[in-house]
């Protein structure tokens, strides 16, 4: 071979493989992809108030579809073997039924999986402890988390900007010009607006009966009386103090006497007292929907009670002291009668309409 | 080049005519959370009326109606509704002493000689719910509304009492239109242009649960209920609790 024809060779290789390169590296044009955002058509229960505004991340529809894509995609793990919806199943009301979801390592965690629906109502953070002030900050965290989907956001860019779909659905989603504009700020922002449709409250029963859509019975309404302490002949179960209508959840953080503690570091889980650095804010956690509870068993942060009956029985026969346990939970006086009539209430905020939703399942 | 440098010109100009200067003055309420004249710090133990010891977890509550009057004897309102939360603020004692600023807006120059606004929210907004305001405020998260009164919840105070024999969880709360009072409070200011100014409003927690003659008997009623009387003479004395300086 001459030399001439060995250096026609090498420049056709270097040629295909720049090529090659351009065609499946991080600096591909998407200019030739339509970008033409559209508002996601949200209806919030009719129960409750708009969402918190979220300047920053305007929902659209192709938003909300590439955030459902992520959600149910194993590409954000480090084996592909796991997803966001490995531990928040829509069959469960978004967590997994177990007191501790298991990571992509065969690691498991100390909390509990909390249950997504309604967490676009939270405005005081995220996860049990409000570590995360945003969903959009929180949707960050599980992928480099070690005992969760354990991969670096650089190698997760780099994944998404290799693939044969993703390129296409960010480019419709925030009108990003090349492949290299894909970042992990983006693909938080698409699971925020995901997590913000999975919104649950407004067919249930108890949202009927006040429109006058149905009536309770008596004792329903005994619960509902007892939840809300509107009745002076019935004792008062102080739910509504923590799991606060129209949400019945609350951003806010509680001690709910799951351990006694005589100072702050007698926590074994320290809660939102680690994020702050507030003594009293140790042992307290995020008091998540009541919604649909009948999906999110086990009960509590860890997992400990498998029933509504345990949970009631803990509030009402076992709360455990500490300086800081919210009083709400200190003083309840309730038979197994009215326990049973709180629980009837709690079951009047069943409502599984959101299965309904096609966009909050998997697309795969 | 020099039609570019013009047309900068031209900008600046359009944007500096365009902005209305503002030469107003802002005002602050510095507010004081204390116990028997002492800087009240969330989580310490401090003495109680009948020898028992006292901590609170929570206090926070609505102010409302804000409007000081001027010289010519008219009102200038300045703010609707703002949430007071003490607990994530006087945490320690440094925190407790330095106060928590409240912004209350702008106040034109002049000199004022009363400030006004109620504990809790007025009539106008206690007609309303949570899911008449966006999540983001205060008036939009069900925390701070009691469904079962039909209410916000104007003032929420917290805390634990204890004498080493007996223990109680207390939680004062507070709600309903007949609780609600603007009252006057004289002041002295004098509010020069560009000059921001600020008040002080201490709020001495103690005084909620009476005098040493007169007080409170927590492990016998650590929840308020309702809103009878026990909540109308509480928050009677929430209002007497405060001063402005």
């Not at chain 1, 955002?37 to 229960?45: E, K």
């Not at chain 1, 680690?274 to 042992?283: M, Q």
């Not at chain 2, 504990?119 to 719910?129: L, Q, T, Y």
């Not at chain 2, 927690?205 to 040493?212: D, L, M, Q, V």
Request: aromatic letters at 12%.
């Amino acid at each position: 071979m001459s030399f001439r024809s060995l250096s026609y060779m090498i420049l056709a290789c270097l040629v295909v493989t720049a090529y090659a390169c351009n065609q499946e590296g991080d600096e591909g044009d998407l200019r030739n992809i339509a970008y033409e955002p559209r508002d996601y058509p949200l209806v919030t229960p009719r129960s409750f108030g708009p969402l918190p505004e979220s300047p920053d991340n305007p929902m659209t529809y192709d938003g909300v579809q590439l955030g459902r894509h992520l959600f149910y995609d194993p590409i954000l793990s480090s084996d592909s073997s796991q997803s966001c919806s490995s531990c928040h199943k829509p069959e469960f009301a978004f967590t997994d039924g177990k007191a501790f979801s298991t990571g992509v390592t065969g690691q498991t965690g100390t909390r509990s999986s909390m249950s997504l629906l309604n967490v676009a109502y939270f405005t005081k953070g995220m996860f049990w402890d409000g570590r995360s002030a945003t969903l959009e900050t929180q949707a960050l965290e599980p992928v480099e988390n070690p005992i969760e989907l354990h991969d670096s956001w650089p190698n997760v860019e780099k994944k998404l900007r290799k693939h044969p779909k993703y390129p296409e659905l960010f480019r419709k989603a925030f009108g990003i010009s090349s492949k290299s504009e894909i970042t992990r700020d983006l693909a938080a922002k698409a699971m925020a607006q995901f997590q913000k449709i999975l919104l649950t409250g407004g067919n249930s029963r108890y949202v009927k009966q006040l429109n006058g859509e149905t009536f309770f019975d008596p004792d329903e309404q005994d619960g509902m009386e007892m939840y809300f302490n509107t009745n002076p002949a019935l004792p008062d179960a102080q739910c509504g103090h923590c799991h606060t209508a129209p949400t019945f959840s609350s951003s806010d953080y509680f001690n709910n006497g799951l351990d006694s503690a005589g100072k702050p570091e007698d926590f074994k889980d320290p809660g939102r007292g680690a994020v702050t650095g507030i003594p009293l804010d140790y042992g307290r956690f995020k008091a998540t929907t009541l919604f649909n509870w009948h999906l999110t068993a086990p009960y509590m942060h860890d997992g400990r009670f498998a029933t509504i009956e345990e949970v009631m029985d803990h509030y009402t026969l076992h709360v455990k002291q500490a300086p800081n346990l919210d009083p709400n939970v200190a003083n309840l006086k309730l038979n197994t009668r009215q326990r049973n009539k709180v629980i009837a209430f709690l079951k009047t905020l069943i409502d599984t309409s959101y299965l309904q939703n096609p966009d909050i399942f998997s697309p795969f | 080049m020099k039609q570019g440098w013009g047309f900068v010109f031209l900008l600046s100009w359009m944007v500096w005519g365009c902005s209305e200067p503002d030469d107003s003055s802002r005002l602050d309420l510095n507010v004081f959370g204390q116990y028997a004249g002492q800087p009240l710090v969330m989580g310490e133990k401090y003495p109680y009326f009948d020898g028992s010891e006292i901590l609170f977890t929570k206090s926070e509550f609505f102010l409302s109606e804000v409007a000081v009057r001027n010289e010519q004897g008219e009102w200038i309102n300045l703010s609707d509704v703002n949430f007071v939360n003490l607990q994530n603020h006087h945490f320690n004692t440094e925190n407790a002493q330095k106060g928590l600023r409240l912004g209350l807006g702008r106040i034109p120059e002049g000199k004022y000689s009363s400030i006004r606004f109620g504990i809790g929210v007025p009539a106008r907004i206690n007609s309303k719910s949570p899911k008449d305001f966006s999540a983001s405020s205060a008036l939009g998260q069900g925390d701070h509304y009691w469904a079962g009164w039909d209410s916000y919840i104007f003032s929420k105070t917290e805390g634990l009492l204890s004498d080493g024999m007996q223990l109680a969880n207390f939680a004062y709360h507070s709600g309903f239109d007949s609780i609600y009072v603007v009252k006057e409070y004289p002041i002295s200011l004098n509010v020069t242009e560009g000059n921001n100014v600020s008040l002080k409003l201490i709020l001495d927690h103690r005084k909620f649960f009476g005098a040493t003659n007169e007080f409170v008997d927590i492990y016998q009623d650590p929840i308020i209920h309702d809103g009878g009387d026990f909540m109308t003479q509480f928050m009677s004395r929430f209002n007497s609790a405060l001063t402005i300086q």
